[in-house]
């Protein structure tokens, strides 16, 4: 019979509502069993026995390592693969690659500049394919953020976030979650740098409340998170043109002071101090960035289990 589709995590359009409820359970169910357990880390390993495979094609701090660390947690292994050092980089094609690594591994990450890369190894993948951000979308980003924001201000749905900026990847998963899980967005971005009108159509005819706007004060008024990220993502070019139409756009204490009472502030990281966003801000007592960052650890081990099909 016809083998079932492995459960790729490619773009948040393509999951339901329930599928980011059942990944961010699973996940806030294994951090509470390590935090109650400091050592061993983890009482279970649902994934002994299994190999992650990490292609990172570009600089990564967090999603390399809390994938690695991870997986390891889960009583898994992981195999890193420099696509450079590999076969691909002499021109052995994606296609080959895939059903090869299909053969060793149960689970692939990819971190790639090119979109089209990760869509031909997910098509010829047997086994799930993690999209590790490219320059379309970076969804498991959007998984520790709704974690975070969840735990500092409850339940996500109908509270307002503000995105100021670049209408980057990360603008496009955000976008998309907005409508998954029913949270109003307003994005503040130049002319110049906005969010993919694609994901903003996919938004509205799905019923989410997403709007854009040229305007940071008009976007920021009310809202119970103010999220930015860096003006120049891996791949960009032209950074001198980026920092001067993004320079309006900057997180500071005034724009803050438009947010809600007690509104969080939250960042991807790698951040900029003194661009996207100023010290202060990034440093005050609204700032969530690190528990987001911690908070990457524990979603992908919800995300792993969830492709993996495996109870925490
Ligand atoms: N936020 C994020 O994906 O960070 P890295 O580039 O360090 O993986
Ligand atoms: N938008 C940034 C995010 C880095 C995690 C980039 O794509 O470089």
């Not at 393509?14 to 061993?40: N, S, Y």
Request: net charge negative; glycine share 8%; aromatic share 4%.
């Amino acid at each position: 019979g016809a083998k079932t589709p492995p459960r790729h995590f490619l773009d948040l359009k393509d999951l339901t509502k329930a599928d980011v409820r059942d990944i961010l359970a699973r996940a806030a169910h294994v951090k509470k069993l390590q935090e109650g357990r400091r050592k061993p880390l983890h009482p279970n390993t649902p994934l002994a026995g299994r190999t992650l495979g990490l292609m990172m094609a570009q600089p990564s701090t967090r999603t390399r390592v809390s994938f690695e660390v991870g997986m390891k947690q889960l009583g898994g292994a992981v195999s890193v693969l420099a696509p450079g050092d590999m076969q691909l980089g002499r021109g052995e094609s994606i296609a080959d690659t895939a059903r090869v690594l299909s053969r060793f591994l149960d689970v692939l990450v990819l971190r790639t500049v090119k979109d089209e890369d990760l869509r031909e190894l997910a098509r010829w993948s047997e086994v799930p394919v993690i999209n590790g951000l490219t320059p379309v979308s970076h969804p498991i980003q959007i998984l520790a953020d709704v974690m975070t924001f969840e735990e500092h201000r409850g339940p996500i749905e109908g509270k307002t976030l503000a995105w100021v900026g670049d209408g980057n990847n990360v603008a496009t998963s955000l976008i998309e979650m907005a409508a998954l899980l029913g949270f109003k967005l307003r994005l503040a971005t130049p002319a110049s740098h906005e969010p993919s009108p694609a994901a903003l159509a996919w938004a509205r005819a799905h019923g989410g409340d997403v709007t854009t706007t040229h305007d940071p004060r008009e976007a920021v008024k009310g809202a119970d998170a103010v999220i930015t990220d860096t003006w120049v993502s891996m791949g960009d070019e032209n950074r001198d043109e980026r920092i001067k139409a993004l320079s309006p756009y900057q997180v500071n204490s005034d724009l803050m002071a438009l947010a809600a009472p007690g509104a969080l502030f939250m960042h991807c990281l790698p951040a900029h101090a003194g661009e996207e966003v100023t010290q202060e801000v990034f440093d005050s007592p609204a700032s969530v960035v690190f528990d987001e960052a911690e908070n990457r650890l524990h979603s992908q081990k919800g995300l792993l289990l969830w492709c993996l099909e495996q109870q925490p």
